[in-house]
C-alpha cells in the first residue's frame, strides 16, 4: 500500500492544529455578551448566575424565584477511637504508632524446608494511616513488604474457652494494591505452650479464618483444629466453599468486614460486609467430618473365585449365519477403474538430480558410494501420474468380518463385588465440635506477592450486641465514607459532561471542537499506523469507533 508523503502528514496536522487552536481562541475571545464566558474570564470559574443555570439544566425546570443553595464539600470525618461496649476478649484498633512494639509481637523464627534467603520471618509490618483513608486520622496495620514470610501476633486479654456462648471474631481488610498471590487470614492461636517469639506456620492454632487469593482461585478459609477424643490427634476440618463469587472481595481496593461467629449449636456463620456468604454446621459441613463412619470396608475380605460380576454375556445359543463369510476382505480392488490418459509409466516420480556434484571431501571407502539426491521428476509436472498404475481400493460390499454372538443379560450376575462392611476400630462420637481448644492468642502468619494489606479493628467477642456497636464505630463509618467517595467521583463527571454541554447550547461551535479534540487523535494514529505499513484493519477499526464517540458527545449536548 503506498503511504502518504512526509509533506502531506505534515501539512494536515499543522492544518488540524491550526483550526483546533482558532477554536479554543474562538471560545476565550468570543461573544462578550456571553454571561457563560465572561464568569470565566473574570473569576476563573463560572459566575453565580451561570451556575444556577447549569444546576437548573442539570435538574430539570426549576422556578426563577427558587434559589439553589449549594452544598459545601464534605469533609472526611475525623477519627475517633472505638469503644468496647461490653466485654471483648481482644479489641485492636490500631490508634498508635507505638503499640506494634508494646503489644505486637514480631516473630524471630525461621520457616523449616524454606531456603535460607526467603527462611526467615523478616516481613515488614507498619502501623499508619491507609493510602486511600475514609477517616481522618485513622491507623492500621499494614503488610509492607513482598515476597517474604510476615508473623505478627498478640495476647488476648483473656483466653477465650469454648463454654457456651457464641465465638465471634470480626477484622478489616483492605488489598490497597489488589492481590496476586497472598493472603489475609488471621489465626486464633491454641493457649497451650504458646511461644508467640518463635510463632511460624508450625504453631498449633485453634482456628484459621479470613480471605486467600493466588491467581484465580479465590478463597475465605474456615479451617478448625479438632482433637480426636479417643487418640488425642489434631486433624484440620475446612468448610465449605462460599456460594456465591467473592472476587470484588479481592479486586476493588475497599475496605471489606470479615466476620466469624460459631455458636454452641454447632452452627456457624460467616459474613463479609454484614452479607452471609457461608454457613452451615460443624457436624454436617466440614471436609473430612468431625465424626469417622461407624463401619468401614474389610480390608482382609476377598472376591469369591466363583462370584460372576458380568452384566452381560454372550448369548450361547446364538449360531452363525450360513451365508456369513469371515474370508471376505475389508477393500477390495476397484474393477472398473481406468488409467488415466497420459498417464507415464516408464518415468519414476523422483529423480537423481542432475545438477547436484559429489562434495570434494567425499571418501568413497568411509562414506561409501556417492548417489545424487532425489528430486521430483519435472517430466511428471504436467501428467496425471507417473510409474507403474494400480487401480485403486474400494470397500467391499460382502465383508461382514468376523462373526460373534450377540450379548444378552447374564442369568448368573451377582452384582459388583465390595467386601464387607466392620465396626470401625477408630470410631468416636463428638457431639459438641463446638468446644474447640481454648484460644490464647492471635496472629497473622502470611506470605504476600502483593504489600500494603491493610488490617484494622481485631473483635473478639461473644457478644452480638458488642460486634453490632463495634461495627457502627468502625466499618459503617468507613464503608459510608467510601460509598458517597465513588458516588462523588460519579456526579463530578455528570457535573462536568452537563455545563460541556450547556456551553455549547449558547456557543453551537464547540461541538466542532468537541468533535476535532475526539477526531485528531484517531487521524494522528492512524497516519502512524499507515506510514510504519500497519495492519489496515486497526485503522478501519479506530474510524468505525469514530462516529460512536461523536454521537455520544451529540447525545451529551441535548441532556
Not at 287 to 306: F, L, R, S, Y
Not at 316 to 331: S, T, Y
Not at 425 to 442: C, H, K, R, S
Request: glycine share 6%; net charge negative.
Amino acid at each position: 500500500m503506498k503511504t502518504p508523503s512526509m509533506f502531506l502528514r505534515k501539512s494536515l496536522l499543522i492544518f488540524l492544529l491550526l483550526a483546533l487552536c482558532t477554536s479554543f481562541v474562538r471560545a476565550v475571545e468570543g461573544d462578550k455578551d456571553n454571561d457563560y464566558f465572561t464568569g470565566i474570564k473574570e473569576g476563573g470559574d463560572l459566575d453565580d448566575e451561570a451556575d444556577d443555570d447549569i444546576e437548573k439544566h442539570i435538574e430539570g425546570d426549576v422556578s426563577e424565584e427558587e434559589e439553589k443553595v449549594e452544598e459545601p464539600p464534605v469533609e472526611r470525618p475525623l477519627y475517633t477511637k472505638p469503644k468496647v461496649v461490653g466485654f471483648a476478649y481482644f479489641a485492636e484498633p490500631f490508634h498508635n504508632e507505638k503499640d506494634l512494639d508494646k503489644k505486637w509481637i514480631l516473630s524471630q523464627a525461621r520457616k523449616e524446608g524454606a531456603e535460607d534467603s526467603i527462611a526467615k520471618y523478616d516481613g515488614r509490618w507498619s502501623i499508619e494511616e491507609p493510602d486511600v483513608n475514609p477517616l481522618k486520622g485513622d491507623l492500621a496495620l499494614i503488610l509492607k513488604s513482598k515476597a517474604k514470610h510476615h508473623a505478627i501476633s498478640c495476647k488476648l486479654q483473656k483466653p477465650y474457652d469454648f463454654v457456651g456462648k457464641p465465638f465471634i471474631i470480626q477484622y478489616e481488610v483492605k488489598f490497597q494494591n489488589g492481590i496476586e498471590c497472598g493472603g489475609a487470614y488471621v489465626k486464633l492461636l491454641s493457649k497451650d505452650n504458646l511461644d508467640l517469639l518463635h510463632f511460624h506456620d508450625k504453631t498449633s492454632y485453634t482456628i484459621m479464618f479470613g480471605p486467600d487469593k493466588c491467581g484465580l482461585d479465590y478463597k475465605l478459609h474456615f479451617i478448625f483444629r479438632h482433637k480426636n477424643p479417643k487418640t488425642g490427634e489434631i486433624t484440620e476440618k475446612h468448610a465449605k466453599k462460599p456460594t456465591g463469587s467473592i472476587e470484588s472481595y479481592f479486586t476493588d481496593k475497599k475496605t471489606h468486614l470479615y466476620q466469624l461467629i460459631v455458636n454452641p449449636d454447632n452452627t456457624f456463620k460467616i459474613s463479609v460486609d454484614g452479607t452471609v456468604v457461608n454457613e452451615g454446621n460443624l457436624l454436617e459441613d466440614m471436609t473430612p467430618p468431625v465424626n469417622p463412619a461407624k463401619e468401614i470396608e474389610d480390608n482382609k475380605d476377598q472376591k469369591p473365585g466363583d462370584w460372576d460380576d458380568r452384566e452381560k454375556i454372550a448369548d450361547p445359543d446364538a449360531v452363525k449365519p450360513d451365508d456369513w463369510d469371515e474370508e471376505q476382505p475389508e477393500k477390495i480392488t476397484d474393477e472398473d477403474a481406468v488409467k488415466p490418459s497420459g498417464w507415464l509409466d516408464e518415468e519414476p516420480e523422483d529423480i537423481p538430480d542432475p545438477d547436484a556434484e559429489k562434495p570434494a571431501d567425499w571418501d568413497d571407502d568411509m562414506d561409501g558410494e556417492w548417489e545424487a539426491p532425489l528430486i521430483s521428476n519435472p517430466k511428471c509436472a504436467d501428467a496425471p501420474g507417473c510409474g507403474e498404475w494400480k487401480p485403486g481400493m474400494i470397500d467391499n460390499p460382502k465383508y461382514k468380518g468376523k462373526w460373534r454372538p450377540p450379548m444378552i443379560d447374564n442369568p448368573n450376575y451377582q452384582g459388583i463385588w465390595k467386601p464387607r462392611m466392620i465396626p470401625n476400630p477408630d470410631y468416636f462420637e463428638d457431639l459438641n465440635p463446638y468446644q474447640m481448644i481454648p484460644i490464647g492468642a492471635v496472629g497473622l502468619e502470611l506470605w504476600s506477592m502483593t504489600d500494603s494489606i491493610m488490617f484494622d479493628n481485631i473483635l473478639i467477642t461473644d457478644n452480638l450486641a458488642t460486634t453490632t456497636k463495634w461495627t457502627e464505630d468502625t466499618f459503617a463509618l468507613k464503608q459510608a465514607q467510601e460509598k458517597s467517595s465513588i458516588s462523588g467521583e460519579s456526579n463530578y463527571f455528570m457535573m462536568l459532561m452537563s455545563k460541556l454541554s450547556f456551553a455549547a447550547e449558547d456557543n453551537p461551535w464547540l461541538i466542532v471542537t468537541y468533535g476535532m479534540i475526539i477526531v485528531i487523535p484517531i487521524i494522528l494514529m492512524s497516519l502512524y499506523i499507515i506510514s510504519r505499513g500497519g495492519n489496515q484493519e486497526v485503522v478501519y477499526v479506530l474510524w468505525l469507533h469514530c462516529p460512536v464517540f461523536s454521537l455520544l458527545v451529540a447525545v451529551v449536548a441535548q441532556v
